[in-house]
């Protein structure tokens, strides 16, 4: 069985070509990077949020998954929701249900009020599941990571396989 040592990619990832990230060449723990591509987030006709300031987190075997500032949501469209999480690298997790016209997406977004050290510069930002949002990355609709509890944000040049596809539950 295969072993991440923090350097290998295991035989069975998908080498890059040109262009295109391996998920297997992102770090453990988690490393932050600012991308200024357009990110646009659309729920039921309404846009939720648009940055060119986002931040990815890069971390080994899954898909970047974009966080935007606070400035750049529309927040009077966000509640919070019950329930949190704790992430290990990250620390508690607020989660945030989106109302459009009456109607409500549950649990579509969520945010680090008061995160570790480490990522203390994503602090207030939000993330988004793109299972129940649309989004894009420069102009690039975003495929949700698979299953049913990542929040992780699938455009063209990731390559995998990546947590959450059948087969992965070890890694």
Same mark, same amino acid.
């Given at each position: 069985?295969?072993?991440?040592?923090?350097?290998? *990619?295991?035989?069975?990832?998908?080498?890059? =070509?040109?262009?295109?990230?391996?998920?297997?060449?992102?770090? *453990?723990?988690?490393?932050? %990077?600012?991308?200024?591509?357009?990110?646009?987030?659309?729920?039921?006709?309404? /846009?939720?949020?648009?940055?060119?300031?986002? /931040?990815?987190?890069?971390?080994?075997?899954?898909?970047?998954?974009?966080?935007?500032?606070?400035?750049?949501?529309?927040?009077?469209?966000?509640?919070?929701?019950?329930?949190?999480?704790?992430?290990?690298?990250?620390?508690?997790?607020?989660?945030?249900?989106?109302?459009?016209?009456?109607?409500?997406? $549950?649990?579509?977004?969520?945010?680090?009020?008061?995160?570790?050290?480490?990522? %203390? %510069?994503?602090?207030?930002?939000?993330?988004?599941?793109?299972?129940?949002?649309?989004?894009?990355?420069?102009?690039?609709?975003?495929?949700?990571?698979?299953?049913?509890?990542?929040?992780?944000?699938?455009?063209?040049?990731? /390559? =995998?396989?990546? $947590?959450?596809?059948?087969? %992965? =539950?070890?890694?």
């Amino acid at each position: 069985m295969w072993k991440y040592n923090g350097t290998n *990619r295991p035989d069975f990832a998908v080498k890059p =070509g040109p262009g295109q990230e391996s998920v297997w060449d992102y770090p *453990r723990p988690p490393k932050l %990077s600012p991308d200024q591509r357009n990110v646009v987030v659309k729920w039921n006709g309404q /846009v939720i949020a648009s940055s060119n300031q986002a /931040v990815r987190i890069l971390e080994t075997a899954s898909p970047p998954t974009f966080y935007l500032p606070p400035k750049d949501v529309n927040t009077e469209l966000l509640t919070e929701s019950t329930g949190s999480s704790f992430c290990e690298w990250k620390g508690k997790a607020t989660y945030w249900d989106i109302t459009v016209a009456r109607d409500i997406n $549950k649990v579509a977004a969520w945010s680090y009020d008061n995160p570790t050290p480490a990522f %203390s %510069s994503i602090a207030g930002y939000y993330s988004f599941y793109p299972a129940r949002v649309n989004c894009t990355v420069g102009g690039e609709t975003v495929k949700p990571q698979p299953g049913n509890f990542y929040g992780g944000w699938m455009t063209p040049e990731i /390559v =995998g396989p990546v $947590k959450g596809e059948p087969g %992965s =539950g070890g890694w």
